[in-house]
């Protein structure tokens, strides 16, 4: 063979399979290339309330259609989460907003986090005594102990305000201990050993069922409207990647409106992810309990106290400017005037909800 003619055969060949990888990408999927790493870290274990979430999500392949691979992680307390964060060793957290607001410091910078999704637009942590107990207000727990999970956890400086709020100095007038989580606090209310937990309503759902009657302590107003968790981004991400930070958020969306519709479904999606957690008898039973403790926790995030949808991941900051005035007002906070709109971002609201609701509704009710 020639060698020029050895040069035209090995053009055309090489034109041959240009033209084919072309023509093949046509064919492809979209985001055919590796799924994107998202490491979320969380303050608590997850349980059949936000575990579901996290389950049916993996299930139906949100998660999946967005490119993602996603990693959960339980860190010790709020308090953990916000270094993690800062150090870029997990993409996404999960904590309260105390520990983050309280870290600002006047006439400084923000610092380079901001929350991208409201996870829990109502604030659903409790005060709970037994039943039985005589204490019927927050007034009440002076000389008492409260449990909290650990003394790392983000709820203790909002519990530190409410008791200033009714006259009550913590560690003078009442005492904040770890009690520790799940069935370790339950217990310790039980043997007295602390008068009242500061948990999730979840956990308090959990306990009653467990065959402690607990009785909720009312908290002010201002108090119960403020978030009670997001989703956390360092800034660069939601800066340089918003996209990433969106796709999760829109998954998260997604998971949520299941769960609203069918919580049966996502009871049993979390048992086969957990099945550790999963009954071992009674199981008809065991799924109304935990659909019950479901419905219970994603009202709030899904409907507003009027029963109107909200806007999914939508932060209110006139809201949190309220709660932020009286922490400011019994020393949790240095100043009342925080950059809230660093902190709190909707500028990825409207992705959250770019699908057809409807059709992922009816999807939804017919699972099972």
């Given at each position: 063979?020639?060698p020029?003619?050895?040069?035209?055969?090995?053009?055309?060949?090489?034109l041959?399979?240009?033209?084919?990888?072309?023509?093949?990408?046509?064919?492809?999927?979209?985001?055919?290339?590796?799924?994107d790493?998202?490491?979320?870290?969380?303050?608590?274990?997850?349980?059949?309330?936000?575990?579901?979430?996290?389950?049916?999500?993996?299930?139906l392949?949100f998660?999946k259609?967005?490119?993602?691979?996603?990693?959960?992680?339980?860190?010790?307390g709020?308090?953990?989460?916000l270094p993690?964060?800062?150090?870029?060793?997990?993409?996404?957290?999960?904590?309260?907003?105390?520990?983050l607001?309280?870290?600002?410091?006047?006439?400084?910078?923000?610092l380079?986090?901001?929350?991208?999704?409201?996870?829990g637009?109502?604030?659903t942590?409790?005060?709970?005594v037994?039943?039985?107990?005589?204490?019927?207000?927050?007034?009440?727990?002076?000389?008492?102990?409260?449990?909290?999970?650990?003394?790392?956890?983000?709820?203790?400086?909002?519990?530190?305000?409410?008791m200033?709020?009714?006259?009550?100095?913590?560690?003078?007038?009442?005492?904040?201990?770890?009690?520790?989580?799940l069935?370790?606090?339950?217990?310790?209310?039980?043997?007295?050993?602390v008068?009242?937990l500061?948990?999730?309503?979840?956990?308090?759902?959990?306990?009653?069922?467990q065959?402690?009657?607990?009785?909720?302590?009312?908290?002010?107003?201002?108090?119960?409207?403020?978030?009670?968790?997001?989703?956390?981004?360092?800034?660069?991400?939601?800066?340089?990647?918003?996209?990433?930070?969106?796709?999760?958020?829109?998954?998260?969306?997604?998971?949520?409106i299941?769960?609203?519709?069918?919580?049966?479904?996502?009871?049993?999606?979390?048992?086969?992810?957990?099945?550790?957690?999963?009954?071992?008898?009674?199981?008809?039973?065991?799924?109304?309990?935990?659909?019950?403790l479901?419905?219970?926790?994603?009202?709030?995030?899904?409907r507003?106290?009027?029963?109107?949808?909200?806007?999914?991941?939508a932060?209110?900051?006139?809201r949190i400017?309220?709660?932020?005035?009286e922490?400011h007002?019994?020393?949790e906070?240095?100043?009342?005037?925080?950059?809230?709109?660093a902190?709190?971002?909707?500028?990825?609201?409207?992705?959250?909800?770019?699908?057809?609701?409807?059709?992922?509704?009816a999807?939804?009710?017919?699972?099972r």
């Open positions: 063979m020639k020029r003619f050895r040069t035209r055969l090995a053009a055309r060949q090489l041959g399979l240009l033209a084919g990888i072309v023509a093949l990408s046509f064919y492809l999927p979209p985001f055919a290339h590796a799924q790493r998202v490491k979320v870290g969380l303050a608590i274990p997850s349980t059949v309330t936000d575990g579901g979430v996290q389950a049916v999500a993996e299930e392949g998660f259609q967005e490119n993602l691979q996603v990693e959960y992680v339980v860190l010790p709020a308090g953990a989460l993690q964060l800062l150090q870029k060793t997990i993409t996404v957290a999960l904590p309260l907003p105390e520990t607001l309280a870290s600002h410091k006047p006439a400084e910078p923000p380079p986090v901001a929350y991208f999704y409201n996870a637009p109502r604030n942590l409790e005060l709970a037994r039943a039985d107990s005589d204490i019927r207000s927050l007034a009440d727990l002076k000389g008492k102990r409260i449990g909290v999970g650990a003394l790392t956890w983000g709820t203790i400086p909002q519990t530190r305000a409410l200033r709020s009714v006259g009550l100095e913590p560690g003078r007038d009442v005492s904040i201990v770890a009690a520790g989580v069935g370790a606090g339950f217990h310790a209310l039980r043997e007295d050993r008068q009242a500061n948990f999730n309503s979840t956990w308090i759902d959990i306990m009653e069922d065959g402690i009657p607990a009785r909720r302590l009312d908290y002010p107003p201002v108090f119960r409207s403020m978030v009670v968790n997001g989703f956390l981004a360092h800034r660069s991400t939601l800066e340089q990647d918003p996209a990433l930070l969106e796709r999760f958020g829109r998954a998260w969306t997604k998971a949520l299941v769960c609203d519709a069918n919580p049966e479904a996502c009871v049993e999606a979390f048992w086969r992810r957990s099945p550790s957690m999963a009954p071992q008898s009674d199981r008809e039973k065991a799924l109304d309990a935990s659909a019950r479901l419905r219970r926790w994603i009202e709030p995030i899904m507003d106290e009027a029963g109107a949808a909200r806007v999914p991941g932060f209110d900051l006139t400017g309220a709660y932020v005035r922490m007002r019994y020393g906070f240095a100043t009342a005037d925080l950059p809230l709109e902190y709190f971002s909707n500028a990825l609201v409207p992705g959250f909800a770019r699908f057809d609701r409807a059709a992922l509704e999807q939804a009710r017919a699972l």
